[in-house]
């Protein structure tokens, strides 16, 4: 009988697919998956109905990206990050920010070379590296405060190591890199010869005084670095699936080699309303911060109020919350506790760990507040049963 390959059997299935049909069952708010329950802006929208009206973009797009959108990108890195990107051989367009980490890690990485993965890690980093022949190597984040040990960084280091995969503001804990964190791994980099590649898709949603600085802005490290971003989170068009990688050309034709051989091309009205949306006034970006700092305040307020203890996010939508004054028991346990008697759905980050370092968070739980305030508040409401 013909059966999987040997490749992906090991992957099992998501913990987002059990946590989401256990929500669906017990009809439980659902802050797990990174979803917004509200709508994109409406003039995206009609960016997006205008560009499947006009016939010509119905057909496939250029490879590498609508050109007016390979514009945008490289107009959007240089008006926020003042980065000098060539919109023809600087820039890829791919299926969502997931591809274009694929694209990036099937372009720049040998079989055999080892991956730096700082954990936790957005899920599908690691398959994407062992799918290439690679071999991940974990830097824990520690908490309560979520950052790495210099020395264990330090260590992860060698001749074999080719790529690190960097996320920042970080997914799911929240932290925005500072400057002497950055510096720090650039340097590494730079010693070692090391590619990297950086996943930035939460570049718009920092909080308070944080800052987003993209790996590539520090001395040396354009070089040697792919930034990764897409249209899903700043937009609220997370079902788009419309990513980009930016960087120096000599990577980005690695990156493209991969992915003329993976999708080829993506969809194209959808390009072209998101050319039209990274070209929105700054306003526009201001809007959308304060609308999350609020959401974030909702969300930090129903987690004190539940006696749930976290450290305030930086940026993203995600918050981790640490149960154990509350709960006895793993962060899977508590997970489908929660989802199925308290009626709030959130994540086990164990499972964005590697088995050695998964303890670290396992009396933890993801908490995504992309969600409307009605919903938040809802979800306070029931939280706070928890205290009781
Ligand atoms: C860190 C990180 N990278 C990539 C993605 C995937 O982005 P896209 O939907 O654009 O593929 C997500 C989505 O949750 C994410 O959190």
């Given at each position: 009988m013909p059966t999987m390959s040997s490749r992906v059997a090991p992957f099992g299935t998501t913990i987002f697919t059990e946590i989401n049909q256990l929500a669906l069952q017990h009809n439980a708010i659902n802050l797990g998956q990174g979803r917004p329950d509200f709508d994109a802006p409406a003039d995206i929208i009609g960016a997006a109905m205008n560009a499947l009206r006009g016939a010509y973009y119905n057909q496939y797009a250029p490879g590498a990206g609508a050109p007016s959108l390979r514009k945008a990108v490289a107009l959007h890195a240089n008006r926020f990050y003042n980065a000098d990107v060539d919109p023809n051989a600087g820039v890829i367009v791919t299926a969502g920010a997931t591809e274009a980490v694929f694209s990036s890690v099937l372009g720049l990485v040998d079989r055999g070379d080892e991956v730096i993965v700082i954990e936790p890690y957005f899920d599908s980093y690691v398959p994407n590296i062992l799918m290439a022949g690679a071999?991940?190597?974990?830097?824990?984040?520690?908490?309560?405060?979520?950052?790495?040990?210099?020395?264990?960084?330090?260590?992860?280091?060698n001749s074999k190591t080719r790529a690190i995969i960097l996320n920042t503001p970080q997914n799911p804990t929240g932290r925005v890199f500072t400057l002497e964190e950055l510096t720090l791994i650039a340097d590494l980099c730079k010693e070692h010869d090391v590619t990297v590649i950086s996943d930035e898709v939460y570049e718009h949603l920092i909080f308070d005084s944080a800052r987003h600085i993209p790996i590539a802005t520090l001395p040396g490290m354009f070089e040697r670095t792919v930034t990764v971003s897409s249209?899903?989170?700043?937009?609220?068009?997370?079902?788009?699936?419309?990513g980009w990688v930016w960087g120096t050309p000599d990577l980005i034709k690695g990156v493209a080699q991969a992915h003329q051989f993976v999708t080829f091309?993506?969809?194209h009205p959808a390009q072209e309303a998101a050319a039209y949306a990274l070209s929105l006034p700054g306003t526009y970006f201001e809007d959308f911060q304060a609308m999350y700092t609020g959401k974030r305040d909702l969300m930090m307020r129903a987690l004190n109020g539940a006696g749930l203890k976290a450290r305030t996010p930086e940026g993203t939508y995600f918050v981790m919350a640490d149960f154990s004054d509350v709960f006895d028991g793993d962060d899977l346990e508590f997970s489908r506790y929660l989802t199925a008697e308290v009626g709030v759905a959130c994540i086990p980050p164990t499972f964005f760990y590697s088995t050695p370092h998964a303890h670290m968070a396992s009396t933890m739980a993801r908490f995504a507040f992309c969600k409307s305030d009605k919903m938040l508040q809802e979800a306070a409401e029931r939280l706070a049963t928890l205290a009781r």
């Open positions: 071999t991940p190597i974990y830097v824990p984040l520690h908490p309560p405060h979520w950052t790495f040990d210099p020395d264990e960084l330090r260590a992860a280091f249209l899903g989170k700043t937009f609220s068009v997370t079902g788009w699936k419309i091309a993506v969809n």
